[in-house]
């Protein structure tokens, strides 16, 4: 524990936030739907957000308890691009290279929960 910016998981979730920053920027249908890129952007950035809070803090049950919070965000992140798909915001490509980066960000999360439970 410590240094968060050294962990791989969290550079690829800090990646991941920055690319649905740049996906919801140019893309003119989430412009519009200023709930769903709040929404979006929001579990994007609580990913990463937490990997870094949980990195810092002083003991692994807490440590954990902030990778499990990153896990639900994913997931909360996963919901809604396969929304953003299904109502044809993006293509069913781009939202499976995203969600296949959420599902690796998770799997990650959840190796790193088992070393220390």
């Given at each position: 524990?410590?240094?968060f910016r050294?962990?791989?998981v969290w550079l690829m979730s800090k990646d991941l936030a920055v690319?649905?920053?740049k996906l919801t920027r140019s893309n003119t249908e989430l412009r519009k739907d200023f709930r769903l890129k709040q929404q979006i952007c929001s579990s994007a950035v609580s990913i990463?957000?937490?990997i870094a809070e949980g990195e810092m803090l002083s003991s692994y049950?807490?440590?954990n308890r902030h990778f499990y919070i990153a896990k639900g965000s994913a997931a909360e992140l996963i919901t809604q691009l396969m929304i953003?798909?299904?109502i044809e915001?993006?293509?069913k490509d781009k939202s499976e290279k995203l969600i296949d980066r959420c599902d690796h960000i998770a799997a990650t999360l959840q190796k790193l929960i088992n070393?220390?439970?």
């Open positions: 524990m410590g240094n050294k962990l791989h690319s649905i920053y990463a957000s937490n049950k807490q440590r953003a798909n299904e915001y993006i293509t070393i220390h439970s």
